[in-house]
């Protein structure tokens, strides 16, 4: 395993690094194929070979894996990059990395399995619990179950799902002593996609279809116990800050992170409209000549800048607290899951800031503006931004138990 142990301190400003200024630098591919993404709701062939050639899916990997070991505001400003030039790009790649993480607590024959021939393939499904029921039979199980959101099957290698083990018509009880759920890791062959089954409004090029495996026999090596959360530090045993921060820190962050770089993209795109747009019926003075237009970009940007950098702050300050040989407190992973939560609200305000400006441009399917407000608000209905999180972090800083899930 890796004996490199990650000891500074972590910086918010991300910018530069090499990763962020190479998904930046892709903004112009990711355009030229976002049309195609979207109507054949999968990445080209030639965008995949590219994701990989960069790096992106196996930038949280532990260097003992050939992965680049990322740190998650690393993470976090790729993903939001990527975001900005095409959401659905944005949203696959930080998907792949939470289910990638999930598999580092497979087995050591597990993880050869996986992860024998290198770190750049992709995994797509759900760490979600619940979808399908096992069997125990000699060396595994099998399976049959049926999940939602296959987020990047059309690009994986292997699909990730969770069910539960039926001993004699019984659910086996986890080590809480309820019913459990455990983790599996499928090869692509062995399931089946669902067409027709992703039929949304926005993110259609994630190809997030249901999927599903009948009577499909898994070896134990490459199954795990479904912990509280999905990450829950089962992967603890790498080394290295990355694998021993809560999963606050990547969980929550991941989506957030999607939705304001896709608010970024709508900023940029009522700018460039705001340039050239005059009004019909009105002047000849174009958008960018309204103090209502002015002020809106202004505001937008303000309320989601400030936002971002809370976000990225509360992260650095986990892994900060971490480096100096310090313990989490549940009122620091409790900002750290508010922020997420808190960031995509902020991206949702100022994209309809600015989507209410763009006039009847906006809503025309083929304007930039309007991919924007539909992928921005379609991640903005996930669980992961949820406005659930408010009380479960105000439980929290009253001295309250809030539940489970502030890992």
Known sequence: MDTMVEDTRLSTDVDAHPLVRQARAMHPTLRAFAAQ??????????????????????????????????????????????????????????????????????????????????????????????????????????????????????EASWMLGSFQIIDNGTPRAGPSGGAGFWRGLFRKGETEVIPGTWDVTGLRGTGSFDWKVTDVFIPEHRVAYHAGAPLDNQWSRWAGLTYALPSVAWVGPHHSSVVTGIARAGIAALIELATVKVPRGRSTATLAQSEQVQEAIARADTILSAARLWRSTTVADLWNTMAAGGETTLQQRARCRLAAVHAGDAARQAMDLVYHFSGTTGFKRASRMSECWRDLHTVGQTGMVAPEWYPIGGRAFLGMDPGPRLH
Request: a negative charge; hydrophobic letters at 40%; glycine letters at 16%.
């Open 37 to 154: 993404i979207e109507r054949e709701q999968r990445f080209p062939p030639e965008l995949v070979a590219q994701l990989h050639g960069a790096g992106f899916y196996r930038m949280v990997m532990p260097r003992a894996l050939g992965g680049l070991q990322v740190d998650p505001v690393t993470y976090t400003g790729v993903v939001e990059t990527l975001a900005e030039g095409c959401g659905s790009v944005g949203w696959n790649v930080a998907n792949n990395s939470v289910a990638k993480l999930v598999t580092l607590a497979l087995s050591d024959e597990g993880i050869h399995e996986i992860h024998g021939q290198g770190a750049d393939f992709v995994v797509a499904g759900t760490a979600v619990a619940g979808g399908g029921q096992a069997v125990p039979v000699p060396g595994g199980y099998r399976v049959t179950g049926h999940w939602t959101f296959g987020t990047g099957c059309m």
